[in-house]
């Protein structure tokens, strides 16, 4: 299996991320069963879907602003932060962001008092957002950890006072195809530790816009229903949002 791991990570644009998730991605049922050379091709077909699609030399760079970021990143550059924001921001005062991407650029969107706190698999991106932090005297820090860590997330968030919101903004779907119902523990976990309200968010188009997919996820608003109180559920530049709080 380590051979195996080295030589998907041969190719540099599977470097940054986590032994941890490459290993899970290798113990799905439709790639553990096939041979050495079809693994390696599933597990970088799967990888760049979910994962490398979103790194560019430009983006690894860390000389560009932050605007330019945001636009130049595939999973921010359609959303309009200030209109996205003003819908989704209340009283909380802490932000903590599961597979945070970039979004640590959009900091000046917030209210200033808010302190951010980003997670995310793709260590390149924790260390350019820790700089953009530091370097402009950011209430911020990124940490760099695959959200299949559940008690090493959950540390994180016990250690951080305020009032919590956490962002899950287009995580769903990874991380359902590695460990299906992953989600629903997750998000019960995360109430557990007294979470105000969660807004999380999946694509509805694809990213040309030209497309719009048929994946309605009835089984995640069903749950979230249920289980919960999904208090807004809007559509906003090709994502659809629900904010969901406790019962």
Not at 8 to 13: L, M, T
Request: aromatic share 12%.
């Amino acid at each position: 299996m380590d051979g195996i791991l080295e030589k998907i990570k041969e190719k540099k644009e599977f470097r940054e991320l986590p032994e941890s998730i490459i290993s899970r991605v290798l113990e799905l049922k439709e790639i553990k069963n096939a041979n050495d050379e079809e693994k390696i091709k599933n597990v970088r077909a799967f990888l760049r879907k979910y994962f490398s699609v979103f790194i560019t030399n430009k983006l690894a760079s860390g000389k560009l602003k932050d605007d330019e970021i945001l636009r130049k990143h595939i999973s921010t550059k359609n959303r309009e932060y200030d209109k996205l924001y003003k819908k989704i921001l209340g009283s909380e005062n802490l932000v903590i962001d599961l597979g945070c991407g970039l979004n640590g650029f959009s900091y000046n969107y917030f209210d200033q008092k808010i302190k951010y706190i980003g997670i995310e698999a793709i260590e390149i991106f924790v260390k350019i957002m820790n700089n953009y932090f530091r370097e402009n005297k950011i209430n911020g820090t990124a940490y760099y950890e695959d959200l299949f860590n559940l008690n090493n997330i959950l540390e994180i968030i016990k250690n951080e006072d305020g009032k919590k919101l956490v962002f899950m903004f287009n995580v769903i779907d990874a991380l359902e195809n590695i460990e299906r119902d992953y989600s629903k523990k997750l998000i019960f976990s995360l109430f557990k530790e007294g979470v105000e309200r969660i807004v999380l968010s999946f694509p509805i188009q694809s990213i040309s816009g030209k497309n719009k997919f048929k994946a309605k996820r009835f089984w995640l608003i069903n749950f979230l229903e249920e289980n919960f109180s999904v208090l807004d559920d809007f559509e906003m530049n090709g994502e659809r949002f629900l904010v969901v709080g406790k019962k």
